[in-house]
Protein backbone atom coordinates (compact mmCIF):
# COMPACT_ATOMS: atom_id res chain seq x y z
CA UNK A 1 0.00 0.00 0.00
CA UNK A 2 2.74 2.76 1.25
CA UNK A 3 4.80 1.51 -1.68
CA UNK A 4 2.54 1.72 -4.36
CA UNK A 5 1.71 5.75 -3.07
CA UNK A 6 5.61 5.96 -3.34
CA UNK A 7 5.50 4.49 -6.77
CA UNK A 8 2.31 6.96 -7.60
CA UNK A 9 4.12 9.99 -6.24
CA UNK A 10 7.40 9.09 -8.14
CA UNK A 11 6.87 7.67 -11.32
CA UNK A 12 6.05 10.86 -13.28
CA UNK A 13 7.97 13.99 -14.72
CA UNK A 14 7.98 15.69 -11.16
CA UNK A 15 9.71 12.86 -9.25
CA UNK A 16 11.90 12.84 -12.10
CA UNK A 17 12.36 16.30 -11.65
CA UNK A 18 12.49 16.65 -7.74
CA UNK A 19 15.07 13.76 -7.91
CA UNK A 20 17.58 15.09 -9.71
CA UNK A 21 16.20 15.47 -13.49
CA UNK A 22 16.07 19.42 -12.43
CA UNK A 23 18.79 20.15 -10.18
CA UNK A 24 18.06 23.13 -8.67
CA UNK A 25 14.37 22.28 -7.80
CA UNK A 26 15.39 20.76 -4.35
CA UNK A 27 17.46 23.24 -2.82
CA UNK A 28 14.63 25.63 -4.37
CA UNK A 29 12.06 23.63 -2.89
CA UNK A 30 14.35 23.90 0.69
CA UNK A 31 13.94 27.97 0.26
CA UNK A 32 10.71 27.98 -0.07
CA UNK A 33 9.85 25.30 2.76
CA UNK A 34 12.04 27.90 5.26
CA UNK A 35 10.46 30.92 4.27
CA UNK A 36 7.07 29.30 4.44
CA UNK A 37 8.16 28.39 7.86
CA UNK A 38 8.52 31.67 8.42
CA UNK A 39 5.25 33.23 7.66
CA UNK A 40 3.22 30.39 8.88
CA UNK A 41 5.04 30.94 12.40
CA UNK A 42 4.99 35.07 12.14
CA UNK A 43 1.25 35.05 11.16
CA UNK A 44 -0.59 32.06 12.84
CA UNK A 45 1.92 31.86 15.97
CA UNK A 46 1.76 35.78 16.72
CA UNK A 47 -1.77 35.26 17.03
CA UNK A 48 -1.75 31.94 19.39
CA UNK A 49 0.71 34.22 21.61
CA UNK A 50 -1.97 36.95 21.51
CA UNK A 51 -4.54 34.48 22.57
CA UNK A 52 -2.80 32.72 25.11
CA UNK A 53 -1.95 36.54 26.86
CA UNK A 54 1.00 37.62 25.70
CA UNK A 55 1.81 40.59 23.61
CA UNK A 56 -1.34 41.98 24.60
CA UNK A 57 -1.13 45.20 23.39
CA UNK A 58 -1.74 43.42 19.96
CA UNK A 59 -5.36 44.38 18.71
CA UNK A 60 -6.39 40.54 18.09
CA UNK A 61 -9.29 41.07 16.33
CA UNK A 62 -7.45 42.92 13.38
CA UNK A 63 -4.45 40.19 14.02
CA UNK A 64 -6.57 37.97 12.74
CA UNK A 65 -6.35 39.85 8.97
CA UNK A 66 -2.55 38.61 9.14
CA UNK A 67 -3.99 34.90 8.84
CA UNK A 68 -3.86 34.69 4.94
CA UNK A 69 -0.68 35.52 5.06
CA UNK A 70 0.04 32.50 7.51
CA UNK A 71 -1.98 29.91 5.60
CA UNK A 72 -0.16 30.83 2.28
CA UNK A 73 3.04 30.15 4.18
CA UNK A 74 1.28 26.76 4.99
CA UNK A 75 0.49 25.85 1.47
CA UNK A 76 3.73 26.78 0.28
CA UNK A 77 5.14 23.98 2.61
CA UNK A 78 2.54 21.69 1.76
CA UNK A 79 3.79 22.34 -2.18
CA UNK A 80 7.21 22.06 -1.56
CA UNK A 81 6.27 19.06 0.50
CA UNK A 82 4.76 17.19 -1.56
CA UNK A 83 7.60 17.88 -4.15
CA UNK A 84 10.48 16.65 -1.57
CA UNK A 85 7.75 13.59 -1.38
CA UNK A 86 8.12 12.94 -5.04
CA UNK A 87 11.54 13.24 -5.52
CA UNK A 88 12.21 10.65 -3.11
CA UNK A 89 9.05 9.17 -1.54
CA UNK A 90 11.00 5.75 -0.52
CA UNK A 91 13.33 8.14 2.04
CA UNK A 92 9.67 8.96 4.10
CA UNK A 93 7.48 5.90 3.98
CA UNK A 94 9.34 3.90 6.20
CA UNK A 95 10.21 6.93 8.63
CA UNK A 96 8.34 7.09 11.63
CA UNK A 97 9.39 10.72 11.85
CA UNK A 98 8.16 11.58 9.25
CA UNK A 99 4.90 9.83 10.11
CA UNK A 100 5.32 12.06 13.58
CA UNK A 101 5.51 15.15 11.35
CA UNK A 102 2.44 14.19 9.09
CA UNK A 103 0.47 13.48 12.37
CA UNK A 104 1.26 16.92 13.72
CA UNK A 105 0.21 18.28 10.73
CA UNK A 106 -3.59 16.60 10.80
CA UNK A 107 -3.65 17.39 14.27
CA UNK A 108 -3.07 21.37 14.02
CA UNK A 109 -5.87 21.07 10.77
CA UNK A 110 -8.12 19.70 13.42
CA UNK A 111 -7.15 22.27 16.30
CA UNK A 112 -7.99 24.84 13.52
CA UNK A 113 -11.11 23.38 12.81
CA UNK A 114 -12.04 22.87 15.96
CA UNK A 115 -11.16 27.35 16.56
CA UNK A 116 -13.63 27.74 13.17
CA UNK A 117 -16.54 25.60 13.80
CA UNK A 118 -16.84 25.95 17.94
CA UNK A 119 -17.02 30.10 17.30
CA UNK A 120 -14.32 30.75 19.00
CA UNK A 121 -13.46 32.83 15.70
CA UNK A 122 -16.11 35.01 15.49
CA UNK A 123 -15.80 35.76 18.94
CA UNK A 124 -12.65 36.83 19.29
CA UNK A 125 -13.19 39.23 15.59
CA UNK A 126 -14.66 42.36 17.78
CA UNK A 127 -11.93 42.24 20.27
CA UNK A 128 -8.71 44.94 20.76
CA UNK A 129 -6.00 45.46 22.19
CA UNK A 130 -5.86 43.84 26.13
CA UNK A 131 -8.69 41.67 25.57
CA UNK A 132 -8.85 38.62 27.39
CA UNK A 133 -10.08 35.50 24.81
CA UNK A 134 -12.31 32.52 25.91
CA UNK A 135 -10.41 29.93 28.02
CA UNK A 136 -11.43 27.43 25.29
CA UNK A 137 -9.29 29.85 22.45
CA UNK A 138 -6.14 30.19 24.73
CA UNK A 139 -6.68 25.77 25.34
CA UNK A 140 -6.36 26.08 20.90
CA UNK A 141 -3.92 28.71 20.99
CA UNK A 142 -1.55 26.42 23.34
CA UNK A 143 -2.50 23.82 21.03
CA UNK A 144 -1.44 24.99 17.89
CA UNK A 145 1.62 26.31 19.21
CA UNK A 146 2.87 23.47 20.16
CA UNK A 147 1.80 20.98 17.18
CA UNK A 148 3.49 23.95 15.11
CA UNK A 149 6.24 23.95 16.68
CA UNK A 150 6.40 19.88 16.82
CA UNK A 151 6.21 19.57 13.40
CA UNK A 152 9.55 21.71 12.90
CA UNK A 153 10.99 19.56 15.28
CA UNK A 154 9.85 16.41 14.16
CA UNK A 155 11.13 17.81 10.27
CA UNK A 156 14.35 18.97 11.67
CA UNK A 157 14.78 15.10 13.18
CA UNK A 158 14.30 13.70 9.96
CA UNK A 159 17.58 13.18 9.12
CA UNK A 160 18.95 12.19 12.23
CA UNK A 161 16.17 9.86 14.03
CA UNK A 162 14.49 8.31 10.97
CA UNK A 163 16.33 7.05 8.72
CA UNK A 164 15.64 9.74 5.56
CA UNK A 165 18.24 11.29 3.16
CA UNK B 1 46.65 27.00 14.12
CA UNK B 2 44.13 30.10 14.89
CA UNK B 3 41.27 30.72 17.63
CA UNK B 4 38.54 29.44 15.61
CA UNK B 5 40.69 26.00 14.40
CA UNK B 6 41.26 25.44 18.18
CA UNK B 7 37.63 25.57 19.10
CA UNK B 8 36.84 23.36 16.68
CA UNK B 9 39.27 20.73 17.88
CA UNK B 10 37.73 21.17 21.48
CA UNK B 11 36.04 18.65 23.13
CA UNK B 12 33.02 20.16 22.82
CA UNK B 13 32.64 20.97 19.39
CA UNK B 14 34.04 17.22 19.15
CA UNK B 15 30.63 16.28 21.00
CA UNK B 16 28.24 18.48 18.88
CA UNK B 17 29.38 17.20 15.55
CA UNK B 18 30.18 13.64 16.82
CA UNK B 19 28.49 12.63 19.46
CA UNK B 20 25.38 11.48 17.94
CA UNK B 21 23.27 12.96 21.01
CA UNK B 22 19.89 14.67 20.24
CA UNK B 23 21.31 17.26 22.27
CA UNK B 24 24.12 18.26 20.29
CA UNK B 25 24.14 18.94 16.70
CA UNK B 26 20.49 17.84 15.73
CA UNK B 27 19.19 19.98 18.94
CA UNK B 28 21.11 22.96 18.28
CA UNK B 29 20.21 22.91 14.45
CA UNK B 30 16.11 22.53 16.18
CA UNK B 31 16.67 25.51 17.50
CA UNK B 32 18.33 27.74 15.08
CA UNK B 33 15.24 26.51 13.04
CA UNK B 34 12.89 28.20 16.16
CA UNK B 35 14.91 30.96 16.39
CA UNK B 36 13.93 31.47 12.38
CA UNK B 37 10.36 30.91 12.82
CA UNK B 38 10.56 33.99 16.08
CA UNK B 39 13.09 36.78 14.57
CA UNK B 40 11.90 36.46 10.58
CA UNK B 41 8.57 35.50 11.43
CA UNK B 42 7.47 38.22 13.08
CA UNK B 43 9.18 40.60 10.93
CA UNK B 44 7.54 39.41 7.71
CA UNK B 45 4.50 40.03 9.75
CA UNK B 46 5.10 43.89 10.69
CA UNK B 47 6.90 44.31 6.82
CA UNK B 48 3.40 42.94 5.48
CA UNK B 49 1.46 45.61 7.71
CA UNK B 50 3.67 48.50 6.70
CA UNK B 51 3.17 47.18 3.11
CA UNK B 52 -1.27 47.55 3.86
CA UNK B 53 -1.91 44.17 4.96
CA UNK B 54 -4.72 44.20 7.64
CA UNK B 55 -4.84 48.28 7.49
CA UNK B 56 -7.46 48.07 10.52
CA UNK B 57 -4.40 46.72 12.56
CA UNK B 58 -2.86 49.76 14.54
CA UNK B 59 1.56 49.34 13.53
CA UNK B 60 2.03 51.00 16.59
CA UNK B 61 1.62 47.95 19.09
CA UNK B 62 3.30 45.81 16.81
CA UNK B 63 6.60 46.96 18.31
CA UNK B 64 6.02 44.85 21.61
CA UNK B 65 7.29 41.88 18.51
CA UNK B 66 10.91 43.22 18.64
CA UNK B 67 11.23 41.43 21.87
CA UNK B 68 10.21 38.21 20.29
CA UNK B 69 12.60 38.93 17.36
CA UNK B 70 15.32 40.12 19.73
CA UNK B 71 15.43 36.70 21.62
CA UNK B 72 14.68 34.69 18.51
CA UNK B 73 18.41 36.97 17.00
CA UNK B 74 20.23 36.06 20.29
CA UNK B 75 19.11 32.33 20.20
CA UNK B 76 20.01 31.97 16.70
CA UNK B 77 23.73 34.33 17.42
CA UNK B 78 24.37 31.48 20.28
CA UNK B 79 23.33 28.63 18.01
CA UNK B 80 24.70 29.61 14.82
CA UNK B 81 28.14 30.43 16.57
CA UNK B 82 27.99 26.98 17.97
CA UNK B 83 27.11 25.17 15.06
CA UNK B 84 29.83 27.79 13.16
CA UNK B 85 33.10 26.77 15.09
CA UNK B 86 32.26 22.99 15.12
CA UNK B 87 32.55 23.21 11.21
CA UNK B 88 34.76 26.37 11.26
CA UNK B 89 37.27 25.10 8.38
CA UNK B 90 34.72 23.89 6.09
CA UNK B 91 31.74 27.07 6.95
CA UNK B 92 34.74 29.77 7.00
CA UNK B 93 35.17 28.84 3.09
CA UNK B 94 31.75 28.71 2.35
CA UNK B 95 31.03 31.25 -0.06
CA UNK B 96 27.26 30.83 1.18
CA UNK B 97 28.29 31.63 4.96
CA UNK B 98 29.59 35.10 3.76
CA UNK B 99 26.56 36.11 2.24
CA UNK B 100 24.67 34.76 4.47
CA UNK B 101 26.27 36.73 7.38
CA UNK B 102 26.18 40.20 5.25
CA UNK B 103 22.28 39.33 4.36
CA UNK B 104 21.51 38.90 8.00
CA UNK B 105 23.42 41.97 9.14
CA UNK B 106 21.72 44.50 6.67
CA UNK B 107 18.19 42.42 8.03
CA UNK B 108 19.26 43.53 10.93
CA UNK B 109 20.08 47.11 10.14
CA UNK B 110 16.83 47.36 8.69
CA UNK B 111 15.25 46.49 11.71
CA UNK B 112 16.39 49.52 13.61
CA UNK B 113 15.55 51.57 10.66
CA UNK B 114 12.03 50.39 11.29
CA UNK B 115 12.01 51.01 14.74
CA UNK B 116 13.37 54.45 14.45
CA UNK B 117 11.50 55.30 11.50
CA UNK B 118 7.94 53.33 12.56
CA UNK B 119 7.82 52.97 16.01
CA UNK B 120 9.45 56.03 17.17
CA UNK B 121 7.16 58.16 15.37
CA UNK B 122 4.40 60.15 17.63
CA UNK B 123 3.22 62.29 15.00
CA UNK B 124 0.93 60.93 12.01
CA UNK B 125 4.27 60.80 9.23
CA UNK B 126 4.04 62.43 6.14
CA UNK B 127 3.68 60.74 3.03
CA UNK B 128 7.38 60.92 2.22
CA UNK B 129 8.45 59.04 5.62
CA UNK B 130 5.40 56.69 4.39
CA UNK B 131 7.43 55.92 1.54
CA UNK B 132 10.66 55.22 3.00
CA UNK B 133 9.18 52.65 5.24
CA UNK B 134 7.17 50.64 2.42
CA UNK B 135 10.93 50.10 1.13
CA UNK B 136 12.40 49.87 4.39
CA UNK B 137 9.56 46.75 4.59
CA UNK B 138 10.25 45.52 0.88
CA UNK B 139 13.71 45.38 1.74
CA UNK B 140 13.49 43.57 4.78
CA UNK B 141 11.55 41.09 2.70
CA UNK B 142 13.97 40.67 0.23
CA UNK B 143 16.68 40.48 2.74
CA UNK B 144 15.36 37.70 4.96
CA UNK B 145 14.51 35.42 1.43
CA UNK B 146 18.32 36.42 0.55
CA UNK B 147 19.41 35.41 4.21
CA UNK B 148 17.22 31.69 4.05
CA UNK B 149 18.53 31.00 0.95
CA UNK B 150 21.87 31.60 1.83
CA UNK B 151 21.75 29.51 4.92
CA UNK B 152 19.82 26.65 2.90
CA UNK B 153 22.58 26.49 0.05
CA UNK B 154 25.11 26.20 2.57
CA UNK B 155 24.57 22.75 2.45
CA UNK B 156 25.59 22.54 -1.22
CA UNK B 157 28.63 24.89 -1.22
CA UNK B 158 30.32 23.35 1.55
CA UNK B 159 29.98 19.77 3.55
CA UNK B 160 28.22 20.29 7.19
CA UNK B 161 29.28 17.79 9.93
CA UNK B 162 26.97 16.23 12.68
CA UNK B 163 25.52 13.35 10.00
CA UNK B 164 28.46 12.94 7.80
CA UNK B 165 26.64 10.47 5.67
CA UNK B 166 24.42 12.58 4.74
CA UNK B 167 26.39 14.86 2.99
CA UNK B 168 24.40 17.82 1.16
CA UNK B 169 20.93 17.00 2.36
CA UNK B 170 21.10 18.86 5.43
CA UNK B 171 22.86 22.25 7.14
CA UNK B 172 22.07 24.72 9.02
Given at each position: M??K????A?????????N??V?????A????H?IG?AL???C???Y????????KG????????LMP???F?F?L?L???A?F????????????????????I???????????????D??????G?GA??P?GA??????S?????GV?FW???????G??? | M????S?????F???VR?????F??P???FL????LA?L????A?????I????P???L????S??R???????I??VT???LL?S??S?????????????LIA???I???LI????F?T?A???????S?????????L????GA????R???Y??Q???????I?????
Amino acid sequence: MLLKIANFAHDNWLGWAANSGVPWLWPACETLHFIGLALLMGCIGVYDLRMMGFLKGLEIGPLRKLMPWGIFGFVLNLVTGAIFFAGNPYQYIRNWVFGYKLLFIVLAGVNVIVYYTSGLDKQIAGLGAGADVPRGAKLVAAASLVLWIGVIFWGRMMPFLGNAF
Amino acid sequence: MTLLTSLEQSAFCAWVRESGSLFAYPGILFLHTLGLAMLVGPNAAIDLRILGVGPELSLGPMRSLLRLMWTGFWINAVTGSILLVSDASTKLANPAFAVKMVLIALAMIDVFLIKRFVFRTAAPEPQRARSLVKVLAIVSLVLWTGAITAGRLMAYFGQDSGAPEFINKIGG
